[in-house]
């Protein structure tokens, strides 16, 4: 049921699944404002081309080992998992069959909050990451474009309760970003499943 009306992107030299039903709305819903609220949202400061910044967005970080994430120059400290979170990642891995780790949290407050270009090619994610990552609340657009061949390109809208699957050589030959918008839009929480050995 979950994996119904599934959309292979069929983007070149990548592997990546849109499940645009994979939770209800209903479901959807209830999650979203239940992690709004017990999730505890930091904004960090991150160190680009010798700058600092603040992300333009909050986040946090999850796992069920000690394994930390260090990306833009910041590392993360894994919290344990709660109830809904351990509940979401299990729904995940039996529909999906693959075990995640740890999961990176995001929440985009308004539609100036953003995820700028980049690839989860971190080298604990390993060669070919396997990324799952669910949308809950406001629908946002994600873009991919191809590193070397310029002509590619791609939009989705992640609508509540969406999975997107990104695996094979996604992270090694694309990148991937949340655009700011100038649309008045409601908040909206991302979840990445990951897999740091
Ligand atoms: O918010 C999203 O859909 C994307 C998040 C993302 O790319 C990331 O956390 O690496
Ligand atoms: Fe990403």
Not at 121 to 131: A, D, M, S, W, Y
């Amino acid at each position: 049921m979950r994996l119904t009306n599934a959309i292979d992107l069929k983007l070149k030299d990548a592997e990546v699944i849109y499940y645009p039903n994979f939770f209800t709305t209903k479901e959807a819903n209830t999650l979203f404002e239940a992690l709004l609220n017990e999730v505890k949202w930091q904004q960090d400061t991150i160190k680009m081309f010798g700058k600092t910044h603040l992300q333009p967005r909050l986040t946090a970080f999850f796992a069920n080992n000690q394994n930390r994430y260090k990306y833009s120059n910041i590392i993360m400290q894994p919290e344990m998992f709660n109830a809904n979170l351990s509940r979401i990642k299990t729904i995940i891995e039996n529909e999906l069959k693959i075990e995640f780790t740890s999961c990176l949290a995001n929440l985009y407050r308004t539609g100036n909050d953003s995820n700028g270009w980049h690839a989860d090619n971190e080298k604990e994610l390993g060669e070919q990451p396997i990324i799952a990552s669910v949308s809950f609340g406001a629908e946002r657009v994600f873009h991919f474009k191809h590193r070397t061949d310029k002509q590619l390109k791609h939009k989705l809208i992640l609508q509540n309760g969406s999975l997107l699957l990104m695996q094979g050589d996604t992270q090694n030959n694309w990148l991937h970003q949340i655009p700011k918008t100038k649309k008045t839009i409601g908040k909206r929480i991302n979840l990445t499943f990951r897999i740091i050995a």
